[in-house]
């Protein structure tokens, strides 16, 4: 069965400083997705990036980028120069379904950033 | 352009009442989903329509029922709710028919806010 796990139920950072987010994932399917979705303290949920398991490059937008390594099973984010409205929580998600179809989304249980002046 | 709306944004419901909630979107999306999503947790998905007409159990159903109205609407009931429903509810949906990053992403309603006392 598909499954993510985020090992780091609470992470901080320093303002402009960069900080990683852990997630692995499990799955025998050869075509999936992972994504990384930011939930603020207002609740609502903000897509940041998303990463093909046949894309060649790392996924890069902005100040995020995924740092995707297939054969360890992770797919860890990576937020540059942290600004405090980054404070939230933060979820990886893996995505099930037929190519270029539907998309059911597994997620993991989320990590809480926290970002110091 | 709304994106994904839900009704209401917050409700208090006594053990063995029913409810529906309302979601709707205006971005011709094939897909819509259900989500829950309890303190401390990641979302889990309840029920998904893949497309207009159809509709198919996600994690977590036992408890809920769907309908997927017309291609805009995709509503939730709870036809006995059970404390153990306490919980917020998003509604997503996503666009299909390409195996990019575009066509996989969904998008989230704000959230229902559901207390069964």
């Known amino acids: 069965a598909q499954k993510i796990t985020q090992t780091q139920p609470g992470m901080f950072v320093q303002e402009k400083e960069a900080v990683t987010l852990d997630c692995t994932y499990d799955?025998?399917?050869?075509?999936?997705?992972l994504f990384w979705y930011k939930q603020p303290s207002s609740g609502e949920m903000i897509f940041l990036i998303y990463?093909?398991?046949?894309?060649?490059q790392n996924a890069t937008e902005g100040r995020y980028s995924l740092n995707f390594q297939k054969a360890r099973k992770s797919a860890n984010l990576v937020i540059s120069a942290s600004q405090l409205g980054d404070s939230a929580m933060y979820f990886c998600?893996?995505?099930?379904?037929?190519?270029?179809?539907?998309?059911?989304?597994?997620f993991g249980a989320g990590t809480r950033l926290a970002v110091h002046p | 352009n709304a994106g994904v709306t839900q009704t209401p944004k917050f409700q208090v419901l006594k053990t063995g009442q029913s409810m529906t909630l309302q979601c709707a979107q205006d971005m011709n999306h094939n897909s819509m989903y259900w989500y829950r999503q309890d303190p401390g947790m990641g979302l889990r998905l309840i029920y998904y329509s893949a497309s207009e007409g159809t509709t198919d159990k996600g994690e977590v159903p036992n408890g809920y029922n769907v309908s997927r109205l017309n291609k805009r609407e995709f509503s939730l009931r709870l036809e006995s709710a059970a404390p153990s429903q306490t919980s917020v509810y998003f509604c997503a949906s996503s666009k299909t028919g390409g195996g990019y990053r575009g066509s996989y992403e969904q998008y989230f309603g704000p959230g229902t806010r559901l207390t069964v006392t």
């Open positions: 998600a893996m995505r099930e379904g037929p190519y270029g179809g539907y998309n059911k989304l597994i």
């Open positions: 990463q093909g398991s046949y894309d060649q």
């Open positions: 799955t025998s399917d050869p075509s999936y997705g």
